[in-house]
């Protein structure tokens, strides 16, 4: 199956920095790409995706760009504020309907005041 | 708006004993899922289902059964719980039709068996 490996798995920045979160996915039939943002003690949620057609997708302060050719993708968040602070997850899948979405390990960010 | 729901929130085992954690959705999605969540390991996925009736295994399975005899509810049953099954379990569900692809997660089931 796919492998998803997610770096770095704790990152601390200065609020108003920028924070990037890289993960790398071994199966080149991997089409669809999400993050999700886990708050503590919360459930994730989607806050983007992106699909191997797009190599960038931006919302508001985050984007995501994706190289096919390397096999890896990353999550960019600009102006970072206390209320990012939380753990990210990439995932992969070759099928939207997600029943074979493999995550990385998660990246807990820390935005510091 | 009630989304995903699982209970209980909650639970201690004892090694041996079985018990069933409960997951409903009220979206009407074909699509649902149940994953395990172990400290710096991410998301597993134990369990998947695409409808009534049809369910399959994911990566790590062994250890635990599911059912989905309806759209909305897709238990997740523990038999003959171990310490290595202690972890944050999240039943969560998809409608297999959105260009997005987003999953739906409940708030988490924190099970540990002594």
Redesign the interface.
């Known amino acids: 199956g796919e492998n998803v490996e997610q770096h770095p798995s704790t990152l601390s920045v200065q609020e108003g920095d920028s924070a990037v979160i890289k993960c790398t996915y071994s199966d080149s039939a991997s089409n669809y790409f999400p993050w999700y943002k886990q708050e503590l003690g919360k459930r994730p949620q989607l806050i983007i995706d992106i699909r191997s057609n797009v190599g960038e997708k931006k919302d508001q302060r985050i984007a995501v760009t994706l190289n096919k050719t390397a096999k890896h993708f990353s999550l960019h968040i600009t102006e970072t504020q206390p209320e990012d602070s939380a753990v990210y997850f990439c995932a992969a899948s070759y099928r939207t309907g997600a029943n074979n979405l493999f995550f990385g390990t998660g990246t807990r960010l820390t935005v510091i005041p | 708006n009630a989304g995903v729901t699982q209970t209980p929130k909650f639970r201690i085992l004892k090694i041996g004993q079985s018990m069933t954690l409960q997951c409903a959705q009220d979206m009407n999605h074909n699509?649902m899922?149940w994953?395990r969540q172990d400290p710096?390991?991410?998301?597993?996925?134990i369990y998947?289902s695409?409808g009534a009736g049809i369910t399959?295994k994911g990566?790590v399975p062994n250890g635990y059964n599911v059912s989905r005899s309806t759209t909305e509810d897709f238990p997740l049953r523990l038999e003959l719980a171990a310490p290595s099954q202690t972890s944050v379990y999240?039943c969560a569900s998809?409608s297999?039709t959105?260009?997005?692809?987003?999953?739906f997660?409940?708030?988490?089931s924190r099970l540990t068996v002594l």
Not at chain 2, 40 to 45: E, Q, R, S, T, V
Not at chain 2, 98 to 103: P, Y
């Open positions: 699509y899922y994953y710096g390991m991410g998301l597993k996925l998947y695409v399959d990566e999240f998809a297999g959105s260009v997005t692809g987003e999953l997660f409940g708030e988490g």
